[in-house]
């Protein structure tokens, strides 16, 4: 198309309406579905986090914090500590395995049949239901083992549950390391458990933590598997892995709302909210974590000048995220 | 097969100490043959160019000097590749104790995630060449080797990866060097960088030798031109030609030669 002549190049290309009426109208449009779309996933959030701590926060007393609970009331004690053992030693045991059959499957398995049903097996695990887990680990632990409800079979169990997403967000991690790292390393003559440990796992992190987290998250959520292999009981875990039934906080929040008592029902609203502030703790400290490791990484943050971060440091001082943080994960 | 060689052939040269060398080596991957009964010599000191077109095999062929391609499915290599005359494939070789030998710097710069300082002195540290104490004299020296201290003498701890590119590959120059190779392997170390930044690597290797010897592969002819002592042209899995690069360059002995060095996209001159 000729651009005419004695008029401006500028007045060629639209006119002197510049953008046409119909794609305003279109762009509009589109706008107003992401922004829809955004609220959708931010609202709820929004919602939980509000009423959750509204409900809390009316009827809140510290002394959750220093007694047990009773059935009918007293505090939460005994379930946070619970929790806390639960969650501690699913990050322990899942962590080992989960990280370890992760390396394995992207580092060291060859490339055969045997892998891929390993890896078959890790997905098909992460697809059953956690009431199956706590049901088979009710038959062959607490009964088959005559371990009762006790500590050791909701490890198991809650292990067992969560594993599949490490070991699968280790893997990806592992993956996604750039093959210039391993060919340099190797290059230069470094063994193999040098290169994972010295250049591979470090960038390889945050993914690795974002799947730890998870896990632990989804484990500190759990309540059906824990029904069939904890137990619950009234006072705090004594560290016995068996014959030693454990309270854990999604019991409280299970049973107590609907109990006649309105302590106990405060109880659960209290250890609802107990709960999501795990959670959310568990999520800062992954950034947390991510930030301190990740300061070589070709992050988003290189792109800037020195300056420029020197520059926000100084003024956001600490409230401006680094960069680090928003590292893409692995999962 | 020494027939193939042109007549300006290195052949005289192998009287004289050659630091590597290939003979009769046959290279591939599963059913597909890359290289074919390739000799070749690589006297100590001297700068070897290794030019050819895209797929003509070079980079395989490189790799293969310090069992790169080991772990690559399917690869098989025939022949002899020499250090120092001894067989790099035999089963008294410690692949890890060659690369420190045989030093490598890819086509992109790849520091590690780690500081400059310690980019600098990781092989030093695998290795276990250097005391800890010793480990930051002998970065500063690397890095003044390859011109980069002063620039960053300040930023040791900073992350590599805020480097200009050249800089970066300037690091991973200086990371290979710290190891105390006999030969340096290069493969397109400048074709992601800035004429002045590739100025800055020919520059370093002309410096490093005859101290060490180089291998380089590159798709810059001109680059060829003005570094090399030696050049050595593949075509389509053969050794054409190889010989001092004046003399290559100069009065190129076969018709592929010719072809490609006046810069002839396709060398049969079939289209």
């Known amino acids: 198309m000729a651009i005419p002549t004695g008029t401006s190049f500028l007045s060629s290309l639209g006119g002197t309406a510049g953008i046409s009426r119909a794609r305003r109208m279109k762009n509009l449009l589109w706008w107003s579905a992401c922004v829809l779309a955004l609220a959708l996933v931010v609202a709820p959030v929004v919602w939980i986090l509000v009423s959750i701590t509204a409900k809390a926060m009316a009827n809140w007393q510290w002394t959750i914090f220093t007694q047990n609970s009773t059935g009918i009331g007293g505090g939460l004690l005994n379930t946070i500590v619970g929790t806390m053992v639960l969650t501690f030693g699913t990050g322990i045991l899942a962590g080992f395995v989960g990280v370890g059959s992760g390396i394995f499957l992207a580092e060291f398995a060859p490339k055969n049949r045997f892998s891929a049903i390993m890896r078959g097996a890790c997905e098909t695990l992460s697809g059953i239901p956690s009431i199956v887990f706590g049901y088979c680990g009710y038959l062959a632990l607490v009964v088959g083992l005559h371990w009762g409800y006790s500590l050791a079979p909701a490890l198991i169990v809650l292990s067992l549950l969560v594993v599949p997403y490490i070991a699968k967000s280790t893997e990806i991690a592992l993956q996604q390391v750039p093959v210039a790292y391993r060919e340099g390393a190797e290059a230069l003559g470094f063994t193999m458990p040098r290169t ?136 | 097969m020494s027939d193939r060689l042109g007549e300006p052939s290195n052949t005289p040269l192998s009287s004289t100490d050659n630091v590597m060398s290939a003979r009769d080596v046959s290279l591939g991957f599963g059913a597909t043959t890359v290289m074919q009964d390739i000799t070749v ?64 710097v890819f086509q992109r710069p790849n520091p590690f995630p780690m500081s400059i300082m310690d980019n600098v002195v990781a092989g030093v540290r695998a290795h276990k060449m250097a005391k800890r104490s010793e480990l930051r ?97 593949f075509y389509e899995g053969q050794l ?32």
């Open chain 1, 196 to 331: 994972l440990r010295k250049i591979v796992l470090r960038p390889a992190l945050p993914g690795i933590l974002t799947g730890m987290i998870l896990a632990l998250a989804i484990s500190v959520g759990e309540t059906a598997p824990l029904l069939f292999t904890a137990g619950f009981s009234n006072s705090i875990p004594t560290g016995a892995l068996v014959h030693e039934p454990i309270g854990y906080l999604t019991y409280a929040t299970y049973t107590f709302y609907d109990e006649p008592v309105p302590a106990a029902q405060h109880l659960a609203a209290d250890a609802s909210f107990l709960l999501v502030v795990i959670v959310l703790g568990l999520i800062l400290l992954t950034r947390l974590i991510v930030r301190l490791t990740q300061r070589y990484s070709p992050t988003r943050r290189d792109r800037q000048t020195r300056a420029m971060r020197r520059a926000a440091a100084a003024v956001a001082s600490g409230t401006v995220a680094a960069g680090a943080g928003t590292a893409t994960p692995g999962a």
């Open chain 2, 41 to 104: 010599n690589f006297p100590r000191g001297s700068i070897n160019a290794l030019v050819g077109p895209s797929g003509s095999g070079k980079t395989t062929f490189l790799r293969s000097m310090n069992r790169l391609n080991d772990k690559v499915p399917g690869f098989w290599l025939r022949g002899e590749v020499c250090l120092d005359g001894h067989d790099l494939n035999g089963s008294d070789v410690d692949p890890l104790i060659l690369r420190r030998k045989v030093g490598m």
């Open chain 2, 137 to 233: 004299d002998i970065a500063e020296t690397r890095l003044a080797e390859v011109g980069l201290w002063s620039h960053i003498s300040d930023r040791l701890d900073d992350s590599p990866f805020r480097l200009s590119g050249g800089q970066q590959q300037l690091l991973c120059l200086a990371r290979a060097l710290a190891v105390e190779p006999e030969v340096l392997l290069l493969d397109e170390p400048t074709s992601s960088l800035d004429p002045r930044s590739t100025e800055a690597v020919e520059e370093l290797v002309r410096r490093l030798t005859p101290e060490l010897t180089v291998i380089i592969v590159t798709h810059n002819l001109d680059q060829a031109r003005r570094l090399s002592d030696n050049t050595i042209f």
């Open chain 2, 240 to 271: 054409m030609e190889t010989g001092p690069t004046p003399q290559l360059f100069d009065a190129p002995q076969r018709l592929e030669t010719q072809r490609y060095l006046g810069g002839a996209v396709t060398v049969n001159g079939d289209n």
